[in-house]
């Protein structure tokens, strides 16, 4: 008998047959359906659609408008800041996200000469700390917040007075639509609820992450970051198969196909002079695994790779000799 493949990408493949298996799976207890109705699609179907819209619509309310070039290196150095001390208090990526949100905008309504080595740190500062407040349960003091390579040192009512400068400057908008919302919908909307699931959507949070420095990151809208990320995680694990799950991922994010491959070219080339391919080569071999119950087929073309890839790093030692 045949073993038929199975894939963590194959959820993405989303067919009228695999809407229906969603339909059907969904507990009773879970979602409440009219049973006097004629239709036989969930409420919930609806519901995930007003949604996107809704995601849409909002998306380029929240997004930054252009920054002036003379700010893109105090940027970079104020996102390496941010990540680093997102990193050092375990902080999710989701907050580090928010915070790049809120330095984004407000450095969009600065202008071309307000760029001082002090004002740009305070402003990492309080951006991490008012998405921090927002996303996280467990937040540091104001001081205690300044660890990692901190050149400035600010008392805790300068950073206050400061986090209301940029309250008023985001017009106290601070539940931005991000790329994570995008994310975060396409997981739910698809049904993916595995550890491995979890686990592909954390790989492309950090991809984002890692690509956020440049000051091309902030030319795109989220949809897009989004869209063009999840290709590319796809196209590293199962690059045979990657223009069936673009083709789907285009139609439920309705985005148009050149935006998304020139951010997409943007992201493959930041990819490639940085370290996000541990996580993808960590992806696979959990994958193989079948982590939660999940079992990959030997014939998966993920799988065969990661053991080559593994078989490698076991023999390199001996034949060194």
Request: aromatic content about 8%; glycine content about 2%.
């Amino acid at each position: 008998m045949a073993i038929e493949e199975k894939s963590l990408l194959d959820a993405l493949y989303c067919s009228e047959e695999k809407w229906n298996d969603v339909v059907e799976d969904i507990n009773d207890d879970d979602v409440e359906i009219d049973t006097h109705t004629n239709t036989n699609i969930s409420p919930s179907l609806f519901w995930d659609d007003d949604e996107l819209h809704s995601l849409f619509s909002k998306e380029t309310q929240t997004h930054p408008n252009p920054i002036h070039p003379s700010l893109s290196l105090p940027r970079k150095e104020s996102v390496a800041w941010i990540l680093k001390t997102n990193s050092h208090y375990s902080f999710s990526p989701l907050t580090a996200i928010l915070a790049l949100n809120f330095l984004d905008r407000f450095l969009s309504t600065l202008p071309a000469n307000d760029n001082h080595p002090w004002l740009m740190h305070l402003a990492a500062v309080t951006c991490l700390s008012l998405a921090a407040k927002v996303e996280e349960t467990h937040v540091p003091l104001l001081l205690d917040l300044q660890v990692e390579d901190t050149k400035y040192v600010f008392e805790s009512k300068t950073i206050q007075r400061m986090e209301l400068l940029v309250l008023s400057s985001l017009q106290w908008r601070m539940n931005p639509v991000t790329p994570v919302s995008f994310l975060d919908h396409i997981i739910r909307r698809l049904g993916l609820k595995s550890y491995i699931h979890w686990e592909f959507l954390n790989t492309c949070e950090t991809l984002l992450l890692s690509v956020a420095s440049d000051p091309r990151y902030t030319m795109y809208l989220p949809s897009v970051l989004a869209t063009a990320a999840m290709l590319h995680v796809i196209r590293r694990l199962e690059p045979r198969r990657a223009a069936e799950y673009e083709s789907q991922l285009l139609s439920v994010l309705t985005k148009n196909k050149g935006e998304v491959d020139e951010c997409y070219e943007v992201i493959r080339e930041l990819d490639s002079i940085s370290n996000t391919g541990l996580s993808f080569h960590g992806l696979k071999r959990k994958m193989c695994q079948g982590q939660d119950g999940e079992i990959l087929s030997d014939s998966s073309s993920v799988c065969k790779k990661a053991r080559v890839e593994q078989q490698q790093q076991t023999l390199s030692p001996l034949s060194a000799n």
